[in-house]
């Protein structure tokens, strides 16, 4: 398995900022992902990120809006751009390790509110 | 979009009972997994089952895969408060990458 941490755990933000969330994996993982998580609501994926190369975005998001680096294959960061309270929800960073096949770990999420 | 549906919703129950979640989903998928997640916290990983195997045991849990029917049931025996939490079933679709979830069930154990 893999052990996935995120900083910031939390943060408060100001409408039409930007934050940057990023993600640690303990182990070099094949896949890595980005979902978020709304109030009292299930998962969507946001995007794959691509080690190298530009991520895979999901229908609905965009990358002026979320912005995804994968610089290495322990390493992402996800940026939420011109935040507005809409944006308010947890961020959560999904490793796998190898293959179509095989388990799916997340990272303990960032909580996002926008004021 | 959600590949999944998840039935109850909720779940309410005493403690000691056995509690059974539903999943459906829509396409072909490569494996499906179970995630428990605490209010406001990260998504604990339960149980894995692939596309070719149909029932797998860990601890209380029990998973069940009908890909005939495109459905998974996950049951807790001899549920405890502690179980108390949001439920999700999650689908690895077949030729892809991405894993969808589900709408989750919430689970509420009665001591």
């Known amino acids: 398995s893999a052990v996935i941490s995120q900083k910031p755990s939390k943060d408060i933000c100001q409408r039409g900022t930007s934050l940057t969330i990023q993600c640690q994996v303990d182990?070099?993982?094949?896949?890595m992902f980005w979902y978020r998580q709304q109030p009292g609501q299930s998962l969507t994926l946001i995007a794959t990120?691509?080690?190298?190369?530009?991520?895979?975005?999901e229908s609905g998001f965009v990358i002026d809006k979320f912005p995804i680096s994968r610089p290495n294959l322990t390493f992402s960061t996800l940026t939420v751009s011109n935040m507005s309270p809409e944006d308010s929800s947890i961020y959560l960073c999904?490793?796998?390790?190898?293959?179509?096949?095989?388990?799916?770990?997340f990272g303990p999420g960032t909580r996002l509110t926008v004021l | 979009s959600q590949q999944g549906e998840e039935d109850p919703q909720a779940l309410s129950i005493q403690e000691g009972e056995n509690a059974t979640m539903n999943c459906s989903y829509k396409?072909?998928?490569?494996?499906l997994q179970w995630y428990r997640q605490n209010s406001g916290r990260g998504l604990v990983h339960l149980i894995l089952?692939?596309?070719?195997?149909r029932e797998k045991h860990s601890g209380r849990l029990r998973v069940t895969l009908d890909t005939s029917k495109k459905s998974s049931s996950l049951l807790i025996t001899a549920s405890r408060a502690a179980d108390t939490a949001s439920y999700f079933c999650?689908?690895?679709?077949?030729?892809?990458?991405?894993?969808?979830f589900g709408a989750g069930t919430r689970l509420f154990v009665k001591a």
């Open positions: 999904s490793a796998r390790t190898s293959g179509r096949g095989d388990e799916q770990f």
């Open positions: 182990s070099q993982v094949t896949m």
């Open positions: 990120a691509n080690q190298g190369s530009e991520a895979t975005y």
């Open positions: 396409t072909s998928i490569n494996n």
């Open positions: 089952i692939r596309s070719n195997e």
């Open positions: 999650a689908t690895a679709l077949t030729g892809g990458f991405k894993t969808i």
